[in-house]
Nanobody
Framework: QVQLVESGGGLVQAGDSLRLSCAAS????????MGWFRQAPGKEREFVAA????????YYADSVKGRFTISRDNVKDTVYLQMNSLKPEDTAVYYC?????????????????WGQGTQVTVSS
């Protein structure tokens, strides 16, 4: 079992930056690929970014490529999502997820554990 707790969300203006954190506890964090997903009101959950167990491979949705960066610290058992140049359309609840297969995926069904989410609101 892996427990995931997101933090770092908030209310910002368009163009600002935020860094989300996801702290993991339980089983060995370093073997899991990690992903960030988001869900806006009335919309389906969508992929944002993923990182392999080693950090050697990263994946991004086209909508955030060049603005968001995913990273991980396997000593601190934490994955991060640095979000720059935020836009109102980035407003959503952001979830982190763990995939025990370790490779990283854009598909939500690949992930075994999910956090409770953190709200990000970007005003125009």
């Amino acid at each position: 079992q892996v427990q995931l707790v997101e933090s770092g969300g908030g209310l910002v203006q368009a163009g600002d930056s935020l860094r989300l954190s996801c702290a993991a506890s339980g089983r060995t964090f370093s073997i899991y690929a990690m992903g960030w997903f988001r869900q806006a009101p009335g919309k389906e959950r969508e992929f944002v970014a993923a990182i392999s167990w080693s950090g050697g491979s990263t994946y991004y949705a086209d909508s955030v490529k060049g603005r968001f960066t995913i990273s991980r610290d396997n000593v601190k058992d934490t994955v991060y999502l640095q979000m720059n140049s935020l836009k109102p359309e980035d407003t959503a609840v952001y979830y982190c997820a763990a995939d025990r297969k370790g490779l990283g995926s854009k598909r939500a069904y690949s992930y075994d554990y999910w956090g409770q989410g953190t709200q990000v609101t970007v005003s125009s």
